[in-house]
């Protein structure tokens, strides 16, 4: 086992024993979303020709998930540490910057991308399968994840009490993700917010996730994957300039 | 062959707060090495720097001749940490918790030795229990257990027996001075100062962020010659040539201080020549309390 291997295993061993909380919850909170929702619209809204509302809703759904338990997976594991102490039994051992970020990265991802397996599962009941593009949807799951995964390190680190983690969570996660259409098609929304929407690279996350469901986005799918890719590469050298400099983890 | 630890000019400011002040050693492989010194002197900063939690402003240290910083990788396998903060990880139990912290040093089939550690830590009973439902002294033998992991040659020990029952410092020592005599080299810092006399062959003192004194522990004990004696006697009067040199406890004892025993043997022969007799008599040799007082007094 090496070091990168074995804070990888603990990180996911984490998550796991608390699965309840880390897995199930957050299926269940987008099953109540989806229920509530597509309960009230599904009759009055048609965002796209020829799909239904649930259709549209799901592929949100699931992307929404994925975004904020990959953002909690990695901030609540360095926050708890960081709180607790026990950070220091990481920081000891010979690891290596990199392996550091690989680890948090890495688990925060696979939690993501199992959230979003077990809510699309629960919403199979609800909207039939469609998937004319499951490239479009690996792609797109696995930078999303990677996105928010490298983000929750950046607040994880930055924070250092959980309040200021909650802030970072309400203030910043929150909003950016319910207000990228996950509920609605931008298209729906005045000149000036659909104009800022396309300022918030998760709206491109959702919209090219959704396509992947329904072929139906409202920007060109390449267009948000290059967005998508560019955040990944900013907010992981970010993550890295922190990590190598010790950033509020070796004073 | 190079020093276990080796130490040169280290400084670090926090703030206003110079932690370390130009702090200069070398530990010699195979040493049992104590580092005291009063609550802020700078023992946790230096520990700190060596284990690479904390960077030094300026200087150089190395952990078996290797750089701390530019090769950390070496240091730290080089280097076993019990923190001095009573930190778990909730998540897991004893053995997980083991097992974990040998794969951070890359050790894949660490079983025989982690089973070895716990039994010698008295663990081996909790090894399925969660580390949050274990007691204090418990989670201290953890901390222990997981800075073994690894066998490191240099193991630190930042007050390990902080609020800890006397059997588990009596089990403690026992295994740490076992692994001492097995070759591995140790530092211990400490308040319970007994303690350090008894297990430490040498001592550096630190006081505020300076290193104050340096010396085996036999050369520290004696820097101090003073005695003292403490005496009962049947009479309530002293011969009046003492009665500025005799104090008068408030028990009803009389105590003197000296530095020579001769002293003592006049005075028991001018008690003598008062008829006055000695009923009950403690003699107090100087330890390394006595000599850290009057180290951290004097500079």
Same mark, same amino acid.
């Given at each position: ?30 099953l ?8 009230v619209l599904?009759?009055?809204v ?45 920081l ?11 680890? *948090? ?10 959230v ?12 039939p ?6 490239g479009?949807?690996l ?9 928010m995964?490298?983000?929750? #390190? ?15 969570? %309400? ?39 959704? *396509? ?20 990944f ?15 509020k983890?070796?004073? | 062959?190079?020093?276990a630890?080796?130490?040169s ?17 070398? #530990?010699?492989?195979?040493?049992f ?21 904390t ?15 530019r ?5 730290r ?19 997980e ?8 040093f ?20 909790h ?13 201290r ?31 403690l ?45 036999? %050369?520290?004990?004696?820097?101090? %010659?003073?005695?003292?004696a403490?005496?009962?006697?049947d ?10 040199r ?31 007799r ?8 100087p ?13």
């Open positions: 086992m090496s070091g990168l291997s074995a804070l990888f295993y603990k990180e996911m061993l984490r998550f796991w024993k608390v699965a309840v909380q880390t897995v199930v919850a957050p299926v269940v909170t987008a109540l979303y989806l229920l509530i929702f597509s309960h599904e009759a009055h048609e965002v796209y020709p020829g799909v239904s509302y649930t259709s549209f809703l799901v592929p949100g759904l699931v992307m929404m998930s994925m975004l904020q338990n990959a953002f909690s997976n990695s901030s609540s594991s360095l926050i708890q540490s960081k709180m607790q102490g026990n950070i220091v039994f990481v000891l051992p010979p690891l290596s910057y990199l392996e550091f970020f690989l680890a *948090y990265l890495g688990a925060a991802v696979i939690r993501g991308l199992v979003g397996f077990g809510v699309w599962a629960v919403t199979l009941w609800f909207a399968l469609q998937l004319p593009h499951l479009w949807l792609a797109y799951a696995l930078l999303a994840c990677a996105i995964g490298a983000l929750g #390190i950046v607040a994880g680190i930055w924070a250092e009490k959980y309040d200021q983690l909650a802030a970072f969570q %309400n203030f910043l996660i929150l909003p950016l993700t319910f207000l990228s259409g996950v509920f609605y098609s931008i298209h729906s929304l005045p000149p000036f917010w659909q104009g800022v929407s396309h300022a918030n690279p998760v709206f491109y996350l959702i919209d090219g996730f959704r *396509y992947a469901f329904v072929g139906h986005s409202d920007t060109d799918p390449w267009l948000g994957l290059l967005v998508a890719g560019a955040c590469v900013a907010i992981s050298a970010l993550t890295l300039a922190l990590l190598r400099s010790g950033y983890l070796r004073h | 062959m190079s020093p630890i080796h130490v000019d280290l400084r670090k400011r926090f703030g206003v707060t110079q932690a370390l002040d130009g702090v200069s050693l070398d #530990i010699q492989p195979g040493e090495f104590g580092l005291l010194g009063p609550n802020g002197a700078g023992k946790t900063t230096l520990i700190s720097i060596l284990a690479g939690l960077r030094a402003d300026s200087g150089h240290a190395a952990v078996m001749g290797h750089d701390v910083v090769d950390y990788r070496q240091t396998r080089a280097l076993g940490v019990v923190p001095q903060e009573l930190v778990y990880d909730p998540f897991f139990n004893v053995r918790t083991l097992r974990i912290q040998s794969g951070y890359g050790l894949k089939h660490n079983d025989g030795w982690i089973d070895e550690i716990m039994h010698h830590l008295d663990l081996a009973p090894a399925d229990k969660n580390t949050q439902s274990l007691s204090g002294g418990m989670k033998r953890l901390l222990v257990a997981q800075a073994l992991v690894h066998k490191p040659p240099v193991i630190v020990l930042d007050e390990p027996t902080a609020g800890v029952d006397v059997d588990l410092r009596r089990s020592w026992k295994f740490i001075s076992g692994l001492n005599r097995e070759g591995h080299t140790i530092l211990l810092t400490t308040h319970y100062l007994e303690e350090a006399e008894a297990l430490c062959s040498r001592i550096a003192m630190l006081k505020s962020g300076r290193v104050v004194a340096c010396d085996t522990t036999r %050369n520290l004990l004696q820097l101090t %010659n003073e005695h003292c403490q005496l009962r006697l009479a309530d009067a002293i011969p009046s040539a003492w009665q500025a005799l104090q008068h406890d408030a028990d009803g004892s009389w105590r003197i201080n000296f530095s020579e025993y001769a002293d003592l043997e006049t005075l028991l022969a001018d008690l003598r020549g008062a008829s006055i000695v009923t009950e008599m403690q003699l107090h040799e330890d390394l309390e006595d000599v850290f007082t009057d180290i951290m007094k004097r500079t």
